[in-house]
């Protein structure tokens, strides 16, 4: 099955009711996805002798019709376009420099049914040598505090012969892949971390953190776990890396 067929599957579960209805226009899911495919296609640079790095950065861009329409919607198919790009880009053999996300927003130049993409390369932020660096960006990554009690990662790194250092990430975004590869939201160096180590979902009012199968597994309090539902002083080990989650009082 090919990465649009499995877009297609996935799409099949949330175009139900209402979703269904917002896509009675022009718009078609599977054609923004395989626009998707394409402008990585087209975009793609060989930086390296087998590396051929492409953008991880989209804006669908979309009449001011359809926006009212997707609206509720935007997340989720966010969410799934940028699942599909990661998996384009394992099937292409492409690289990216950072976490990968597709947002949508509203032209007032298009006609319903009518979209055009835009794209960019973006590094994330990396926590290495005890250090965050989150290189300076014009991408809108979500206000703080846009989830209830801001919830937020505390970032403590061991370096050999130097004290531990904590940092501070906020958590902004419905989900955010934690782990070793480039494209992750927050990337951990450490050997002890796979590459799509972890996630963080919000889901409603609960923060839960999900292992995604890695080698040397997650622990919360010390205890491996699967899944989660995080609360305010959770402390999550992922490697030699430990996080603890924070969330004020509502």
């Given amino acids: 099955m090919g990465v649009i067929q499995r877009f297609e599957r996935r799409l099949e579960g949330m175009v139900e009711g209402a979703f269904a209805r917002a896509f009675k226009s022009e718009l078609q899911p599977v054609e923004v996805a395989s626009a998707v495919q394409r402008e990585m296609d087209d975009r793609a640079a060989i930086v390296a002798q087998g590396r051929t790095l492409v953008p991880n950065d989209f ?25 599909l790009a990661r998996e384009y880009a394992k099937e292409q053999g492409y690289s990216f420099v950072g976490p990968v996300r597709v947002r949508f927003e509203n032209a007032g130049d298009l006609a319903t049914g009518m979209f055009r993409i835009r794209s960019g390369v973006i590094r994330g932020t990396t926590v290495e040598g005890g250090e965050i660096r ?32 904590q940092r501070t990430y906020e958590i902004n975004t419905p989900v955010t892949l934690l782990g070793r ?16 180590h972890a996630e963080i979902r919000v889901e409603g009012p609960e923060i839960v953190l999900v292992d995604l199968g890695s080698t040397n597994g997650s622990f919360v309090n010390g205890q491996p776990i699967r ?14 890396t430990t996080l603890v989650f924070r969330r004020d009082r509502e």
Wanted: aromatic content about 2%; proline content about 8%.
């Fill in 181 to 196: 590869g480039t494209d992750c939201d927050l990337r951990l160096v450490d050997p002890g971390v796979s590459r799509h």
């Fill in 59 to 83: 804006v669908v861009e979309i009449s001011e019709q359809d926006g009212q329409r997707l609206q509720v919607y935007a997340d989720s198919l966010s969410q799934e376009l940028a699942n």
């Fill in 134 to 165: 989150q290189p300076p960006t014009d991408v809108p990554r979500g206000p703080a505090g846009a989830f209830g009690g801001n919830p937020r990662l505390l970032v403590t790194t061991a370096v050999e012969g130097t004290p531990a250092t």
């Fill in 227 to 240: 899944r989660v539902t995080l609360v305010d002083g959770s402390r999550v080990t992922m490697g030699r």
